[in-house]
């Protein structure tokens, strides 16, 4: 794994240029390459992921838009954004996607709506951004139980998989 804050020297914690490889039991693995600042383009945008894999490659330009080409290169599948992307914009290429799930998650807690994008969805999509950024922070491989999908054997990095809740926000399971 590759990555750092190489764009803007700030406090944030997360790396602006990532590359992670992900390898599975099945002898399957996954390159994923993330630019959040850069402003040299990649496939037509300065900002993004690039997700490789055996059977095809899935490139996101920064925004609700994205491309998916086969493992011939074939363009198979292509969503086009539906706002014009800035990458210099350091919180969202688009502001919309965002503000679109915060909206609907406030709502749904006021009980005015259903979730549009399911909270265990949402694990699945970020949980192998997170354990590379765990990685990234923690300066070494992780290795997970992958009948649990907790991190093994890295005290250090346990430690990022888990948070501070303020005094009365604790998270409660019944």
Not at 106 to 127: F, M, W, Y
Not at 139 to 154: A, E, F, P
Request: aromatic share 10%; charged share 25%; net charge negative.
């Amino acid at each position: 794994m590759s990555s750092g804050r190489y764009v803007f020297r700030d406090d944030w914690q997360t790396p602006d240029t990532q590359v992670a490889t992900f390898e599975f039991d099945n002898g399957k693995a996954i390159t994923w390459e993330g630019r959040s600042c850069s402003s040299y383009p990649i496939d037509g945008s300065g900002r993004g992921f690039i997700i490789y894999g055996d059977k095809g490659t899935l490139v996101n330009k920064g925004g609700g838009d994205y491309q998916i080409f086969d493992d011939k290169n074939k363009l198979v599948k292509e969503i086009k954004p539906s706002t014009k992307l800035d990458p210099n914009n350091t919180v969202s290429a688009t502001g919309d996607l965002e503000l679109t799930h915060f909206t609907n998650f406030v709502e749904t807690i006021r009980e005015n709506t259903k979730l549009t994008a399911p909270i265990d969805e949402g694990h699945k999509s970020v949980l192998l951004c997170h354990l590379a950024n765990i990685a990234q922070r923690t300066g070494t491989t992780l290795h997970c139980d992958t009948t649990n999908g907790h991190i093994k054997d890295n005290k250090a990095a346990t430690q990022l998989w888990k948070r501070e809740y303020e005094k009365g926000w604790e998270m409660r399971v019944s």
